[in-house]
């Protein structure tokens, strides 16, 4: 399960004691973060910040060196404690919690991949990989079945038994995420995880979390300070600069109305059709039937909202097909199930526009969209694809 972040006016400053409190009392001033430092000598890292995630959105915060970035996410683990402000994670406000609270937070709940690998480097893969479990306590054979599937998860089978220094850098940082992934953390915070990574494995990694966060359904954290990285990897983007937030929002919109000068210098050198993902400019699916659904409520359904059709999915979300509103009326079953129509026209939801172009050409409707895991995650409207690439 995943947990949605709620982030609400939170600050962190850095500096004495005093400092920090003459900094504080300027918070609410029209000052900036600099001229807060001129006046006070404290560091405001980040301001007055407020964002909400969602479950199972992968989040990106993208900004220059020393905007603050770290600093943010360093928060969500209390590795920094917010000098006002409030931080709740899945309902839990996490100034809230008790040390044995924290403790069991940082273990159980939320697992951090760090730039800079921080393996260990005279244990193998595998045993570094199930640290964290033994650090738990966790039985020996069932810490070793939980690390191997993170393993192969993340592609490296066969490597249980190579020390770190025998790894490439992307290798390296695939044991990185596989031990963050043994507690099965509901929260996953990744500050520039792929920086040190050539282009080349880095394009790897990145559509290997694109994978993983279909297959996982976690709440995902991920920071850069490469923007086609941001646009890449996102459903949405905060874009952070001395310590604020300039703008946030899903790719699409940053294209659409970026929000001053700045961001539109920031975004110039990005290449639209190569980012822009199914995902960013889907729409929800309007009225979904189920497996088992009657006719009855069904046609009722349509009828009501003016649809004639919709799409049906069992009750996992699975995409099944499609039925249409002209078969309802005719049918004298009780469920749908007989009524379904086969529908080959489904994308993925995280193919980028290029490749979703031809199907959308050719089909009549909106087409569905999918995750990894087949299930209906939304539509895909021709006339929006058109506007969203138009200049
Ligand atoms: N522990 C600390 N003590 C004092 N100042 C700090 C501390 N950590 C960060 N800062 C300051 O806070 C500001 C933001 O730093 P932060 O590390 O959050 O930036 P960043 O966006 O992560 O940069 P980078 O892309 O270089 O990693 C900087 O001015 C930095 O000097
Ligand atoms: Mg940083």
Request: net charge negative; glycine share 6%.
């Amino acid at each position: 399960m995943a947990r949605d972040v709620k982030i609400d006016n939170m600050s962190v400053v850095f500096g004495t004691k005093m400092q920090r409190k003459a900094a504080i009392e300027l918070l609410d001033e029209d000052m900036t973060a600099d001229e807060i430092r001129e006046e006070t000598g404290a560091t405001v890292a980040v301001k007055n910040l407020s964002i909400e995630i969602e479950e199972g959105e992968l989040f990106v915060i993208v900004g220059l060196s020393g905007s603050g970035k770290s600093s943010l996410i360093r928060t969500l683990n209390l590795l920094n404690r917010p000098a006002r402000g409030t931080i709740t994670v899945g309902g839990q406000d996490l100034t809230e919690l008790s040390s044995s609270g924290l403790r069991s937070y940082r273990r159980n709940d939320a697992s951090m991949v760090f730039q800079n690998f921080a393996l260990l480097s005279h244990r193998t893969v595998m045993q570094n990989v199930e640290y964290p479990l033994e650090v738990q306590g966790v039985a020996r054979e069932k810490r070793r079945q939980t690390a191997q599937d993170a393993i192969d998860l993340v592609g490296l089978s066969g490597w249980e038994n190579h020390m770190p220094n025998q790894l490439s850098g992307g290798m390296r940082q695939r044991v990185g995420l596989a031990r963050a992934l043994t507690n099965d953390p509901e929260l996953l915070l990744m500050d520039e995880p792929y920086s040190a990574l050539d282009p080349l494995i880095r394009r790897n990694m990145q559509d290997e979390l694109l994978k993983l966060e279909d297959e996982m359904d976690r709440t995902i954290l991920f920071i850069t300070h490469d923007m086609n990285e941001a646009f890449r990897l996102g459903d949405r983007i905060a874009l952070m600069k001395d310590a604020e937030i300039v703008q946030i929002g899903t790719p699409d919109e940053f294209f659409d109305k970026p929000a001053s000068d700045y961001v539109r210098d920031f975004i110039a050198d990005v290449d639209k059709t190569r980012i822009l993902k199914v995902r960013s400019i889907m729409h929800r699916p309007g009225y979904v039937a189920k497996l088992g659904d009657s006719v009855k409520e069904t046609r009722e359904a349509l009828k009501e909202r003016d649809m004639d059709f919709c799409y049906v999915t069992d009750k996992n979300r699975k995409f099944q097909g499609y039925i249409r509103f002209e078969d309802l009326q005719k049918s004298r079953g009780q469920t749908i199930n007989k009524l379904v129509n086969e529908d080959d026209t489904v994308i993925y939801r995280n193919a980028y526009l290029r490749e979703a172009w031809h199907k959308l050409k050719e089909a009549e409707y909106d087409l569905p969209v999918v995750d990894g895991k087949g299930r209906l995650r939304g539509v895909l409207d021709y006339n929006v694809v058109v506007e969203a690439l138009a200049d």
